[in-house]
């Protein structure tokens, strides 16, 4: 049987349904801890998150120390089976890439609504590198958060978003 996990909030609207049409088992035994390491800071310790609330909670606290320095910072979150995202923190939209833990091709972004490079999106890769992304790779910040989460449940390529090779 496979294994779904959902956000606690949604247990109660999604787990009760779901079980009463007995279409899945929500044995949390049966699913395997999420476990991912977040990197703010270049010089940092890695961040590691057990959980929905965790990753939040991180996110929320990077994208805070980005407004407050009134730019946009951007952090990586590595799978433990190596592979990786940096996303893109501190406004209402974001870029992610995605790498592979081989460190081998293919390496993909995010793919935006807009076909257009300019105007850039300036960030800071661990409140330390200027980075510039391309217009064509921004989507909305919730929509990343989605695929960072799905990410750190799967530690594959997140399927929530549309992704270009790069």
């Known amino acids: 049987m496979p294994c779904l996990r959902v956000k606690p909030d949604h247990l109660l609207h999604v787990g009760i349904v779901l079980t009463a049409l007995s279409l899945i088992d929500l044995n949390p035994l049966?699913?395997?801890a999420m476990s991912a390491r977040v990197t703010v800071h270049e010089?940092?310790?890695?961040?590691?998150?057990?959980?929905?609330?965790?990753l939040d909670a991180?996110?929320?606290?990077?994208?805070?120390?980005a407004r407050s320095k009134n730019i946009l910072g951007a952090i990586i979150i590595e799978s433990e089976n190596?592979?990786?995202?940096?996303?893109?923190?501190?406004?209402?939209?974001?870029?992610?890439g995605f790498d592979y833990g081989h460190g081998n091709h293919p390496y993909?972004?995010?793919?935006?609504?807009?076909?257009r490079n300019e105007p850039f999106l300036t960030c800071y890769l661990s409140f330390q590198h200027h980075t510039e992304f391309p217009r064509k790779n921004v989507i909305p910040y919730n929509d990343g958060a989605k695929?960072?989460?799905?990410?750190?449940?799967?530690?594959?390529?997140?399927?929530?978003?549309?992704?270009?090779?790069?």
């Open 30 to 32: 049966q699913c395997p």
């Open 43 to 54: 010089k940092g310790t890695a961040t590691t998150v057990l959980d929905y609330n965790q």
């Open 58 to 65: 991180v996110l929320r606290a990077a994208s805070e120390e």
């Open 82 to 96: 190596g592979n990786s995202i940096t996303m893109v923190v501190g406004g209402d939209e974001t870029v992610l």
């Open 108 to 115: 993909y972004a995010s793919k935006g609504a807009s076909e």
């Open 147 to 166: 695929a960072v989460a799905q990410f750190v449940d799967s530690g594959n390529l997140p399927t929530c978003i549309s992704w270009e090779e790069v």
